[in-house]
């Protein structure tokens, strides 16, 4: 919601551009290999990540223009290096903000300070604010570029049948409503999907209690990035309050609603104001301000049964709700984007079986339950659900003040990647390999020869080494050979000894790893990553 | 620690009780278990003791 007097995308910093439907329509119809309904966030990615494995898709999206409101602002590490990948990075780090701190106060004194894990091997900061709209902007830039990439806007997809071997879509625009045929569709039409629907498919899981308005303010506070929880403050006894910087001077602030707070007040132009002048006030902020922007939500964990329906994927918010405590809807939905992407293109292009396609749900819907574990113990301490919970947090607080540790449990350990270990195309540890990072994790980063092991990764499959003779003997093989130096920061990361090796995806997870391997071992490894787990 | 130890210490948490007022018992008392389970530093020690002090309760 904007202020009275402003259109939903007249913002203060944001020129939203207008899309047009398609003006050539001469193949229209014409049958398309991928189809994508939705080009939000994670419909773009998607599209990004497919042509660049060389796929070509075609993006429908009701909208004329981007999401409004800034909606998602925080994308951690592993989402940049997605980016990165897709070769889309530089504008996000030109504009966003990167952090590592937080702070959270009780009653206006400070009770905990918290790092997030960062270090000079690490490429990205652990997390950066930016506002959606320049998440989409620079999306969409990178869609432009790219030829295998047709955008339809203003064109909503209605209807959907099951071919033999795919999908028949109905599109409606303002010029026509019209049928096309696509082989897979990937469903990223959002938190309301139409496509969820038409197949008769429902998010499962919780509503927790509690409800927050976000708003968005332009001013100029003079404070680092750093994430501010405010417990129990002097302007909302009971309630809990975040303070988040983004560019172009303009402060994110969620505040949590009392019960029995009515839901159509509290949004009301003139209830937000004064709200915010309040948690204004009790940061210690008393220039001028400008409200941006505002929106209402609760925090709910919900996801389908199964990401998969026959030839239709879903993806992103379509296929699940987290609350945004754990700042994982939009980063979570980028990682099924780019997880789907290379398996369906590998599949297209024959270099793997289809039954890899049957890895995304136990992977990604994975990822969603992890986080609603996270999100369910987070929520929990910032809106405790029952008398018992809310005592206990209430003692921790009161006792932090005096005593550090307690302040540890308001500590929202955000984001680490989730770990593949129970993914069906994913080679469990045979020889006992002691440290490092597990099978199905992300390859943590190192520096190597003045840059980052990231780096050196090959678009497809990668195998790090610590001796030639190994990546010799598998050049057959259609993988990115890697050596490293033995005792090098990199195999102290690995916890590797010159025989090791790491058989490393296109999604940078570790797909098997070995203490002293052998060809047998690898072959056998990367067959199971590609055909899509054993039978 | 002694019988005469322990009764030092329900001495002085009668009193520190009586002292709180009953508003703020319940949330002393949480406080307490939290000092208490920081010091014995042991979790699954703590957690067997937290289901132990349940019972009973209803006689
Ligand atoms: C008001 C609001 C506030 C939010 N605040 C936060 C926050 O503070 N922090 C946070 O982490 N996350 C927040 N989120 C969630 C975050 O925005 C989403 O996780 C993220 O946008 C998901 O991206 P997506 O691409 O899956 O879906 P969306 O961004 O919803 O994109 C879906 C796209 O599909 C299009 N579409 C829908 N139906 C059709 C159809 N039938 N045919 C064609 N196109 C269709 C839509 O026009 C849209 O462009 C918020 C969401 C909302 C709505």
Redesign the pocket.
Known sequence: MRPAGRAETDSLYFTYPHFDPPSNRAHLTRPVRVAI????????TAALALAQEGIASVL????AT??D??????IARQSYHILDRLGAVKPFLEKSLGWTRGRSFYRGRKILEFEMPDSPREKYRPMYNLE?QYI?QYLWDAIEQEPLIETRWQ????GLEDLEEGVRLTIQDPVDTYQVDCDWLLA????????RGLRGLRLKGENFEGRYV?ADVQMEHDYPTIRRALFDPDCRRGGTILVHKQPDNIW?I?YQLRDGEDEAEAIREDTVRASVAAVLTEIGYDGDWDLEWW???SANTLALDDYRDGRVFF????AH??P?FG???????LADAHNIAWKLAWVLKGKAGPRLLDSYTPERRGATLDVFQNASKSARFMTPPTAGWQLMRDAALNLSLSHPFAGELANPRQMTPYTYADSPIVTPDEDGFEGGPKPGAVLPNARVNGGFLSDLLGDGFSLIVFSPELADRLADLDLTPLVLQPGSEAADVLAASPGSAYLVRPDMHIAARWQSASPEAVRAALELAVAGGKT | MTPADLETVYEALAEQLDAIGPDRRELYLAKLALLLVHEIADAGRARSLVADAASNLEI
């Open positions: 309904a939705g080009a939000g966030p994670v419909g773009m429908f999206d009701a909208k981007f999401n409101g800034s909606r998602a602002i925080c959606q989409e064109s909503r997809v209605s990223a039409d959002g938190a309301r999907s139409t496509i976000i994110r969620d929106s209402i939500y993806i992103g918010d379509s709700i987290v945004i700042v994982r809807g939009l980063n979570n939905g």
